[in-house]
């Protein structure tokens, strides 16, 4: 079983950054995988923020574009994400998925969120 850890969350104000990890276990990193961060609002759906290939093409939700970066360490099998100039409506848990390419449809593991709030 895949397993992934996030952290890094925390109250920050308006304006301000903060970086997120997002620890996997060795059978995710271990093979060709998509990892991801999304994000959930209050009475919101859950949405993508941003994602990364194992090779390390990247994509962004437009609402973050220029203001948050997604990284990977393959050798320390975690993700980041790095955020900067937050907003109130960056609020919300931020959780970390991986889709991890098998014989068949890809296996998804999620982590159980940190929660991230910005103080206007």
């Known amino acids: 079983q895949g397993q992934l850890v996030e952290s890094g969350g925390g109250l920050v104000q308006a304006g301000g950054s903060l970086r997120l990890s997002c620890a996997g276990s060795?059978?995710?990193?271990?093979?060709?995988?998509?990892m991801a961060w999304y994000r959930q609002a209050p009475g919101k759906q859950r949405e993508l923020v941003a994602v990364?290939?194992?090779?390390?093409?990247?994509n962004y939700a437009d609402s973050v574009k220029g203001r948050f970066t997604i990284s990977r360490d393959n050798a320390k099998n975690t993700v980041y994400l790095q955020m900067t100039s937050l907003q109130p409506e960056d609020t919300a848990v931020y959780f970390c998925?991986?889709?991890?390419?098998?014989?068949?449809?890809?296996?998804?593991?999620w982590g159980q969120g940190t929660q991230v709030t910005v103080s206007s």
């Open positions: 060795r059978n995710i990193f271990s093979r060709f995988n998509v």
């Open positions: 990364i290939a194992t090779g390390g093409s990247t």
């Open positions: 998925r991986a889709d991890v390419s098998v014989l068949g449809p890809p296996q998804v593991y």
